[in-house]
């Protein structure tokens, strides 16, 4: 499955991937492709099995703060919207925690892992600030950004803030309690660009804490390790950033190990906006000093390679350089629009296999949306220079299907596609910002 991993009409950002049993399970927010505003009244749950990432279910909504569809809200205090929640398993319960906006955040519980979850409580805390050291601890109950852990010996704590980071340990015996004197804040600074801003996310990897975090610079997922739930935390540098050749924003997402695999999980922006984001997946690794290095961002997703014989989706690119915009048309149709004179398009990586034929060029068939302008694409193999150029694809105002011959490939290859107009003179100048084409999707022939 290339990414997004999900089906391409769903918008699932600040993904906290879980493993529990055979499966492992994505709870998010829940975005729309036309917004004005991040996230949603609902939440819902997708898995898919270990052994099977290519395929995910969609188990619907799992916890809601309006009526709708037939449903009653779950909560009773507000109808605001739902961020980014976090869901861990207590004695085989499955206990959801869900951030509010501008609202008391609450615990929920179900018996199966996708839901539906069903309200135990607002959380409950006493943080004894009569000296005045904190300024509106755990956010008035809001307790932005949960991210849970329950650690081996049975003890539960929960990580939040925005633009500021604080903990607790909760009981374990109602899961939404703040036990007395636990509370503790600023376990990440949050000055600096490796300074916490927002999207806490525990993992536990032998005997090492990881918290991944969005750090001031927004568009990445960094991390910060400790030898114990409560630190002290030590900044290890950043996993993946959505803004290196692509429209950038924030970030918020976490790891897991699916069959020994390790994976991040994060969100990449779509249709102009801040507020239409998709979830993306990639293979990390972890190094025996506890380091994960940086990985950049791909079109692989679960897969290993991307069959070039088959037809590539343009909205799988993950470089978009000098314009370039995925849009959502319909539930149908996406696109890349907003194409300019000198934007590029990237997809990695491509297997193009062996080839035992004396053949040196193949067929590019790209199917567009014209726009009443000619010029040309060009087409590179790993980067785009002169010397890496494998062939150009002409395009006119009227055709909606061109093809051309590039040099045949073999092995492993990013590929990417340069625009350009056919105007060269003095009047370029007039059309370097006019849309030239909309790409929908493209395929390689021998």
């Not at 991307?306 to 048309?329: F, Q, S």
């Not at 491509?350 to 040309?376: Q, V």
């Not at 060009?378 to 299907?401: C, H, L, P, Q």
């Amino acid at each position: 499955m290339a990414n997004p991993y999900l089906p391409n009409w769903e918008y699932i950002p600040d993904g906290e991937p879980r493993v529990f049993g055979d499966r492992v399970y994505i709870y998010g927010s829940h975005d729309k492709p036309d917004s004005e505003t991040y996230c949603d009244h609902k939440l819902k749950v997708w898995s898919a099995s270990v052994d099977d990432l290519e395929n995910w279910v969609c188990h619907g909504v799992s916890f809601q703060t309006i009526d709708s569809e037939g449903r009653k809200s779950d909560v009773d205090w507000t109808d605001n919207l739902l961020f980014a929640p976090d869901v861990v398993e207590k004695d085989g319960k499955y206990y959801l925690y869900a951030y509010i906006v501008d609202d008391k955040g609450c615990v929920a519980v179900s018996d199966n892992p996708e839901g539906p979850f069903t309200l135990v409580s607002q959380y409950k805390f006493n943080v004894d600030n009569s000296e005045g050291q904190y300024d509106n601890p755990c956010d008035g109950g809001t307790f932005i950004d949960p991210g849970v852990i329950v650690d081996d010996d049975g003890r539960v704590f929960i990580y939040c803030g925005f633009t500021r980071s604080y903990l607790c340990e909760l009981n374990p015996d109602n899961m939404y309690e703040v036990i007395d004197g636990s509370y503790q804040e600023n376990f990440l600074p949050s000055t600096g660009d490796e300074g916490f801003y927002e999207a806490a996310s525990m993992r536990k990897i032998g005997d090492t804490y990881y918290m991944i975090y969005s750090p001031n610079i927004g568009s990445r997922l960094a991390y910060a390790t400790a030898p114990s739930p409560t630190g002290p935390f030590t900044y290890r540098g950043y996993i993946v950033d959505n803004g290196v050749d692509f429209p950038g924003g924030n970030d918020h997402g976490s790891i897991a190990c699916i069959k020994g695999q390790w994976y991040i999980f994060y969100h990449r922006m779509t249709n102009g906006t801040d507020m239409s984001r998709r979830g993306f997946v990639e293979r990390i690794e972890i190094l025996p000093d506890g380091t994960i290095p940086p990985v950049e961002m791909t079109s692989l997703g679960f897969s290993e390679g991307l069959n070039p014989y088959e037809i590539t989706p343009a909205d799988t690119a993950c470089v978009l350089r000098n314009g370039g915009m995925i849009t959502e048309l319909d539930t149908f149709t996406r696109l890349i629009t907003d194409i300019r004179g000198g934007t590029v398009m990237g997809w990695k990586y491509f297997e193009f296999g062996e080839d035992f034929t004396s053949d040196e060029y193949m067929k590019m068939e790209l199917k567009l949306r014209p726009m009443g302008c000619s010029g040309k694409l060009n087409v590179y193999a790993d980067e785009v220079k002169e010397d890496n150029k494998i062939g150009e694809v002409s395009f006119d105002r009227e055709s909606s299907v061109v093809c051309g011959k590039v040099k045949k490939l073999t092995g492993r290859h990013g590929i990417f596609i340069e625009a350009c107009g056919a105007y060269t003179t003095w009047a370029k100048y007039k059309f370097e910002n006019r849309n030239l084409i909309e790409l929908i999707a493209f395929v390689f022939k021998k």
